[in-house]
């Protein structure tokens, strides 16, 4: 069946310019998690949407990041006046309502700011 | 706060060695961990999952132990191939909550 998947591939954008990635999760799947992975920082946690649950946003760098789950499937991260170090590849992964499930991840969205 | 640490950073084997990449975290209260395979540019492959409870996990030449009350986990890859290749990394997941908190990784490379 189909995967995880993420679009754009990729995004170059101006400093200051908000930006939009999308995450499909798996059909099915009730968690969704965004990650980012940099150079220096490594895979980091972002956010996690848990079904209808307050959604746990702890690893929010700043406030110029927001994601949205529409309809609990699929998500939307925003940031917004992007900076240059928000340069990094965005990860998406979904898995089952338990808690012990499997994470899986989607291909990534590379943003680039200039 | 958990904190997880991979060794080596990187790593270096002719073909069909058999080779332990290491993961070690802090806070042994874990729900599960997973091994994880990463091609340059792509995203992540999940390889392996253990529960809490469990103590290994076996897929293929793949397996993997896990010893919570020691905080460490190994990839045991046997007879090793040039298409193995890639980085591996690990991640934890604690008990507070869903994310998973992941090592810097291990790059492998192989040698034909």
């Known amino acids: 069946g189909a995967g995880v998947s993420q679009s754009p591939s990729n995004k170059v954008t101006e400093k200051g310019k908000d930006v939009e990635l999308r995450c499909d999760p798996i059909?099915?799947?009730?968690?969704l998690y965004w990650y980012r992975q940099s150079l220096g920082q490594g895979l980091e946690f972002l956010i996690y949407?848990?079904?209808?649950?307050?959604?746990?946003k702890s690893g929010l760098p700043s406030d110029r990041f927001s994601a949205e789950r529409t309809g609990g499937s699929v998500s939307t991260l925003t940031i917004q006046r992007t900076q240059q170090e928000d340069s990094a590849v965005y990860l998406c992964a979904s898995s089952l309502v338990e808690r012990g499930a499997e994470q899986y991840f989607g291909p990534g969205t590379r943003l680039t700011v200039t | 706060k958990q904190e997880v640490t991979q060794i080596p950073a990187a790593l270096s084997v002719p073909e069909g060695e058999n080779l332990v990449l290491n993961c070690s975290f802090t806070d042994s209260a874990i729900y599960n961990l997973q091994w994880f395979r990463q091609d340059p540019g792509k995203g992540l492959t999940s390889l392996l999952l253990?529960?809490?409870?469990?103590r290994e996990q076996t897929s293929g030449r793949l397996n993997a132990s896990l010893d919570k009350s020691s905080g460490r986990s190994t990839l045991y890859i046997a007879a090793s191939q040039p298409g193995d290749s890639a980085t591996y990394l690990c991640a934890v997941k604690d008990n507070q909550g869903g994310k998973l908190i992941f090592g810097q990784g291990t790059e492998l490379s192989v040698k034909p």
């Open positions: 253990i529960q809490s409870s469990q």
């Open positions: 059909s099915g799947h009730t968690a």
């Open positions: 949407f848990q079904g209808n649950s307050a959604p746990d």
